[in-house]
């Protein structure tokens, strides 16, 4: 299961929080067996992964539950520990999507294996669309460095292709920030565009495609409220294998040689009209999920400091079964 770990959601998915206020006396010893004996626990085959929704987590959240009783913690959610949460999974028909170049007229599929596929986390419901890709470097609009890749460039209507990355001169917070789905697409979005491919730069894929392939389509989940989708009007998202990534450029009086060089060196872009166009139809089947957050406290005997509170929060969900 691929959540959408995306800032909003990391705070989601920590479903096993507890609120702490002062204590006066901190635990004098660590005791290594007994948390050890949680973690095989929570790691038993038995408990199915943990996925969201799954009754693998319901007997991690009792058992959590369970513990929090014995430390000595009070309930804090809706429901006694627990604090309910909806969501919306979403999961790619691949037998009834595909992806195609055109190029006057000759369309060249892509596969789903080897060089692109579509993302469930950037593609929300069915579409059928033909749209005209435009390059747009790293495709980033950052104000505090007058950065804008988009400036100058016809986008209405158009599906973009960007490199996965940020130019040298951007410090890394801000790249960090400005590189997130949300944030990089309200630019998008705001000049039009009605999609994305993503090239993973070859100089800092920490994953290799073989390995993205293996696990590409896994379902994704997010909040069920319309109110958090983090890219709204985003018609097509696809990630694209940069080992194919030239097939994009084909015609274009560039190639992805060139890009990916600069990209090493993290150096400004280039940025162009495509010769080709995508063709793309997308099967999204989407399905309710109910889960919770686990919450308690401790209540601290300070008259003042106990109405102000420490979070500490952790995962106690996981990824489900799939393949190894």
């Not at 660590?30 to 992964?49: I, M, P, Q, R, T």
């Amino acid at each position: 299961m691929r959540k959408s770990f995306l800032l909003v959601l990391v705070l989601v998915f920590a479903l096993g929080v507890a609120t702490l206020a002062q204590q006066t006396a901190p635990p004098s010893h660590f005791d290594g067996n007994s948390w050890w004996a949680h973690v095989k626990f929570l790691a038993d085959d038995s408990l199915e992964g943990r996925n969201t929704g799954g009754e693998g987590l319901k007997k991690a959240q009792a058992y959590a539950v369970e513990q929090l009783q014995k430390a000595g913690l009070e309930p804090a959610g809706v429901n006694g520990f627990y604090q309910p949460i909806r969501f919306t999974q979403f999961q790619v028909d691949e037998s009834k999507s595909s992806l195609a170049l055109v190029s006057k007229g000759k369309a060249e599929p892509l596969s789903f294996a080897d060089d692109a596929f579509i993302s469930s986390r950037a593609t929300r419901s069915t579409v059928y669309l033909e749209a005209p890709l435009v390059f747009v470097g790293y495709g980033l609009k950052i104000p505090e460095k007058n950065l804008d890749e988009l400036a100058g460039l016809d986008l209405n209507g158009k599906v973009v292709v960007y490199l996965a990355g940020s130019p040298a001169d951007v410090p890394t917070a801000l790249s960090a920030h400005y590189q997130t789905a949300g944030e990089r697409w309200k630019s998008l979005h705001a000049a039009g565009v009605i999609g994305t491919i993503t090239i993973f730069n070859p100089a800092s894929m920490d994953i290799p495609w073989s390995r993205i392939s293996a696990n590409h389509n896994e379902p994704s989940m997010d909040l069920a409220d319309p109110e958090f989708l983090e890219t709204p009007g985003q018609q097509i998202g696809v990630a694209c294998n940069p080992a194919s990534a030239e097939k994009l450029f084909a015609g274009s009086g560039h190639t992805f040689a060139e890009i990916a060089a600069l990209g090493k060196d993290r150096k400004p872009l280039p940025h162009f009209p495509l010769s080709v166009s995508l063709s793309a139809k997308a099967a999204i089947e989407t399905s309710p999920v109910e889960s919770a957050n686990l919450v308690a406290k401790f209540p601290g005997s300070d008259p003042t400091l106990k109405n102000e509170y420490v979070v500490l929060s952790a995962h106690i969900d996981h990824v489900g079964i799939g393949a190894p």
